[in-house]
């Protein structure tokens, strides 16, 4: 890996693997969650506040940033670090998955992507070279080859285009990458044909990239496919580099994901679902605008130590929800956030310890690991 990267596995159980991923912003301890900063911004909540909750990374988005404020703007204003004012490490999505669920705005062709701006409708152009192009100007510690990512269920023969797209695209997206500052990750297509999965990461790491991820899972496909799909590839992916889960999940997707070797994810849920009331607890999820929950003196997880945890009541909670009041989506994802951060902990020292296998069968048992539903 260029200049100031690195990734060192330090502990493994089974197929799970303990490491740290070295950045110029500071480490990253794997297996990691990376709360998802689409516009430059944690939803609701500050870089401190995110920085409470034991989060090392963020994830931002291109194709977002591309269109506000832009990328010669985040350059002026010092770049992507100073303009969010997150001191940590940043990963930058390509845009190709925001490009893609555009249906009916966009025109794909080998070379990229034309499509009308969910803004104001104007036509824009998104090529591998722009996307590379803006990412370095961004100025994200870890950036991503522009891909293209088909929904599921989809026919073999258009999964089989949008990997060579890919791999095409991922030839231009290395030769356009100018920052030894930044790591480039290659990005694996090929639905949950593992066949074709294979093609494509062989002919990524014959290009040569700094990290690999999953892209194009959890887009519509069975869960039950998509983990055993990860069981029987994620195996094959290249041994020293951080293998990227894109997307995904639930607590449960997370524990499966890292028992098959995953190394990072992000995910919007932590935060989507705090915004509506879904509470991420031990006990399992709660939906803090029931009823139930008007007169209750309790905090939302009596084994969290998080800021909402510490001082705020369900009740009060449940309050400032109804109300409308920003505050409680706040806190809410405040908690959500640390949540996940605590099970990435739990996880990375039940690898050093040897007891993760003992660790994820309780856990899988538990309501934690359960989707959301009606409380008894």
């Given at each position: ?12 159980e ?11 912003h ?27 909750t ?11 940033l ?14 992507l670090h ?6 940590g ?67 073999p ?24 500052d ?39 496909e069975?869960v ?20 990227y ?52 003196t ?24 109804v ?6 989506a ?22 050093e ?24």
């Open positions: 890996m260029p200049g100031a990267f690195s990734f060192e596995i330090q502990s493994r089974g197929a799970a693997r303990r490491g740290v991923l070295s950045t110029p500071g480490p990253i301890d794997t297996p990691a969650f990376m709360p998802v900063g689409t516009r430059a911004t944690v939803k609701g909540l500050t870089p401190e506040q995110v920085k409470q034991g989060t090392q990374a963020v994830l931002a988005n291109t194709y977002h591309m269109l506000r404020p832009g990328a010669d703007n985040v350059a002026e204003l010092g770049g100073r303009f969010m004012a997150w001191d490490p940043i990963l930058t999505d390509s845009g190709g998955y925001q490009v893609f669920s555009l249906a009916d705005r966009r025109e794909v062709d080998d070379d990229g992507v034309s499509f009308r701006s969910h803004i104001d409708g104007a036509a824009v152009r998104l090529t591998p070279e722009s996307s590379i192009r803006i990412q370095n100007q961004l100025g994200a510690d870890i950036i991503m080859a522009f891909d293209e990512c088909p929904p599921l269920p989809a026919e023969r258009a999964l089989e285009k949008a990997v060579e797209r890919t791999v095409a695209w991922a030839r231009l997206s290395r030769a356009t990458h100018r920052r030894e930044q790591a480039l990750y290659g990005i694996v297509q090929g639905g949950l044909d593992v066949g074709l999965r294979r093609r494509c990461l062989d002919e990524l790491v014959e290009i040569g990239f700094d990290g690999y991820a999953l892209g194009g899972l959890s887009v519509g069975p039950d496919e998509m983990l055993a799909l990860l069981r029987e590839f994620v195996s094959h992916m290249p041994e020293r580099r951080p293998r889960l894109m997307g995904v999940g639930t607590p449960a997707d997370l524990i499966a994901a890292v028992a098959a070797g995953v190394d990072q994810f992000d995910c919007v849920l932590p935060t989507r679902n705090g915004r509506k009331g879904y509470a991420f607890t031990s006990g399992g999820v709660l939906r803090m605008r029931n009823a139930r929950h008007r007169a209750s309790e905090p939302l997880d009596a084994r969290c130590d998080c800021e909402t945890c510490r001082n705020f009541s369900r009740g009060y909670l449940r309050h400032l929800l109300c409308g009041e920003a505050l409680g706040t806190l809410v994802s405040l908690h959500n956030v640390r949540f996940y951060q605590s099970l990435m902990r739990q996880m990375r020292e039940r690898i310890r040897g007891t993760f296998g003992t660790w994820r069968g309780e856990m899988e048992n538990s309501r934690v690991c359960r989707v959301i539903e009606e409380e008894p």
